[in-house]
């Protein structure tokens, strides 16, 4: 019986090309393919994959949280993260998220398929370089927070200090003369950055670091 997969990426001609990949591996079929972490869930729920690959930067719900939504509603489904990022917040976010996996997009049509074989039989997986940051991340998590935040580009740090003051999305709008749309991008990025999931999330790392103060 070959390995279901649900395929889950923004970029339509990376994840066709998983698609075409995986076509010529005869103990895997690909059953379908999403878009964003939002549509993810709607197509696991409707074609029950065995294994979802899944992005971690996208629009409307990310890897992180989506995979945090299916292994809440679907805790049999395996989860392999097949991400650009090799930055410690994106691998600590959706590993803790219950991903099962994690591979960077340059990996070999080998690593891919040794993957989705292992996390179906039960077994984690992580690629070598993902092992190393994922020791190195926990031998010094204390660094690892210190330099998220340093990651942030100026403009989402200005826009996380005003999320953090309470500021909301259509305020910071008109305070920074950018739309709204630009805001949750920017918003969403800084929290996939910094492995938060709300705004809450941010009010208390703020606190936390120093940022702003409790008047």
């Known amino acids: 019986m070959k390995i279901k997969v649900l395929v889950t990426d923004d970029h339509q001609l990376f994840r066709e090309g998983l698609v075409n990949l995986l076509f010529s591996a005869p103990d895997i079929e ?3 393919q999403a878009k964003d972490g939002k549509d993810a869930i709607e197509k696991a729920k409707h074609y029950k994959p065995d294994v979802v690959l ?13 995979t945090g939504v299916l292994k809440t509603t679907m805790p049999d489904v395996k ?14 976010g959706i590993l803790e998220a219950g991903a099962d996996g994690y591979l960077l ?19 984690k997986y992580l690629s ?3 092992t190393e940051l994922v020791i190195s991340g926990y031998l010094d998590p204390s660094k690892s927070v210190q330099d998220s935040y340093a990651e942030l580009s100026e403009r989402e740090k200005e826009i996380f200090i005003l999320l953090a ?13 950018i739309s ?3 805001v949750g991008t920017h918003k969403q990025n800084l929290l996939e950055k910094l492995s938060l999931k709300t705004t809450a999330d941010i009010v208390k790392y703020a606190i936390k670091k120093g940022l702003i103060r409790l008047d």
């Open 30 to 32: 690909v059953i379908a």
């Open 54 to 66: 899944m992005d971690i930067g996208m629009p409307v719900m990310n890897g992180i949280e989506a």
């Open 79 to 92: 989860i392999v993260a097949v991400s650009m990022h090799s930055d410690w917040q994106y691998v600590k």
């Open 105 to 123: 997009k340059n990996c070999t049509y080998r690593q891919l398929t040794d993957a989705i074989k292992s996390v179906y039989a039960g077994k």
């Open 128 to 130: 070598e370089d993902i």
């Open 165 to 177: 003051e309470g500021k909301s999305t259509r305020e910071i709008s008109d305070k920074l003369f």
């Open 180 to 182: 709204v749309k630009t």
